[in-house]
């Protein structure tokens, strides 16, 4: 497993190892000890999948408040998104910052999301397969999210005409964010 650094402390992409021959490949997606060993030290409880039929679904920008705030792992088991996070941590040097990283079946890469972080992602193609582990359980009481069209944010999104869901539609702007972290 190599670790690649990003702009964000603690935020990381993962790049598995792949053992590949005519049949196709192998790898380990999720290995506990081994990532403990490069300093990742989750207890990831619950994995959650998603599907999106059609390109250009957008998903996010979400979160959950303290106490119940989530560190991810994302991955992509079919298919290829624009994974974005957004720094949530008001005493972070980064706060208010974003990045997007392109994430596929294909080239295998994971985005390890820590608390503190609003995270969502666009389809780039149809039939996505999304799959996360978190290290805290869903909270409906602590759920929340930002817009994902936030103008203060003005992320650069692939698509024009998104498929979205009544509720990320109406997440409220960052400037209306309370802080949580």
Partial sequence: ??????????AKLLEPRLFGDERGFFTE????????TLGIT???VQDNVS????????RGLHFQKNPKAQTKLIQVMQG??????????????TFKQWRGYILSSDNHRQLLVPKGFAHGFCTLVPHTIVMYKVDEYYSAEHDSGVLW?????????????PILSD????????QEYEDSF
């Fill in 1 to 10: 497993m190599k670790v690649v650094e990003t702009n964000f402390t603690d």
């Fill in 29 to 36: 997606s999720y290995n506990k000890k081994v990532l403990e």
């Fill in 42 to 44: 989750y207890s990831f």
């Fill in 51 to 58: 599907y999106s039929a059609q390109a250009g679904t957008i």
């Fill in 80 to 93: 290829a998104i624009y994974d974005v996070i957004v720094d949530l941590r008001k005493d972070s040097s």
């Fill in 149 to 161: 069209n936030d103008k203060e944010l003005a992320i650069p999104w692939p698509v024009t005409s």
């Fill in 167 to 174: 509720k990320d539609r109406i997440s409220p702007l960052l």
